[in-house]
T-cell receptor, first 115, second 113 residues
Framework: EAGVVQSPRYKIIEKKQPVAFWCNPI?????LYWYRQNLGQGPELLIR????????DSQLPKDRFSAERLKGVDSTLKIQPAELGDSAVYLC?????????????FGPGTRLTVL | SQQGEEDPQALSIQEGENATMNCSYK?????LQWYRQNSGRGLVHLIL?????REKHSGRLRVTLDTSKKSSSLLITASRAADTASYFC?????????????FGQGTELSVKP
């Protein structure tokens, strides 16, 4: 069974440019998460989807970040325009659903460098 | 905001020794989970311990949970060079009704052959 797939793995852009990350969760997983991980830190949740509905986007900087999960499967996270401080690893994770036994499966991440 | 605080931030041991990492958190939880992250990779789930459990084992891993002290520990016995990675605790707070993990800053473990 394939794990969580993310692309691209690495992205280098100039500040003020737009960038998009793509995630394909594990088949059958209703819940999808986007995290940002700064160097030397643990992941921090940006947004959580249950099927196609964003149920927790309180940590998403909505002035420049947007996300979508059309048809409740794949998801895209976009930053426009990117700032220097956005350099980080963006992780996608998925889980079977919102239960109290919430094991999440992570993709390899996209390492973003903003110059 | 990160709820978990991990101790130590970095740990260096020799192969064959045991490694112990600690995690403290602030609010009541449904469960606490430990994840491993190898350099440049995503996180891998290691073990989940429910709030009503005190100890759990999985292979060479042993996790304890003390809800009265809001703390957990991860013990890796007979460590191997392949155990070199960052280890994160993550809590599932009760107030989130399930679904949101809050990660600590991690412990960077180095196992020297």
């Amino acid at each position: 069974e394939a794990g969580v797939v993310q692309s691209p793995r690495y992205k280098i852009i100039e500040k003020k440019q737009p960038v998009a990350f793509w995630c394909n969760p594990i088949s059958g997983h209703n819940t999808l998460y986007w995290y940002r991980q700064n160097l030397g830190q643990g992941p921090e949740l940006l947004i959580r989807y249950e099927n196609e509905e964003a149920v927790d986007d309180s940590q998403l900087p909505k002035d420049r970040f947007s996300a979508e999960r059309l048809k409740g499967v794949d998801s895209t996270l976009k930053i426009q325009p990117a700032e220097l401080g956005d350099s980080a690893v963006y992780l996608c994770a998925s889980s079977l659903g919102r239960t109290i036994y919430n094991e999440q499966f992570f993709g390899p991440g996209t390492r973003l460098t903003v110059l | 905001s990160q709820q978990g605080e991990e101790d130590p931030q970095a740990l260096s041991i020799q192969e064959g020794e045991n490694a112990t990492m600690n995690c403290s958190y602030k609010t009541s939880i449904n469960n606490l989970q430990w994840y491993r992250q190898n350099s440049g990779r995503g996180l891998v789930h290691l073990i989940l311990i429910r709030s009503n459990e005190r100890e759990k084992h999985s292979g060479r891993l042993r996790v304890t949970l003390d809800t009265s002290k809001k703390s957990s520990s991860l013990l890796i016995t007979a460590s191997r060079a392949a155990d070199t990675a960052s280890y994160f605790c993550a809590t599932d707070p009760i107030y989130n009704q399930g679904g949101k993990l809050i990660f600590g800053q991690g412990t960077e473990l180095s196992v020297k052959p």
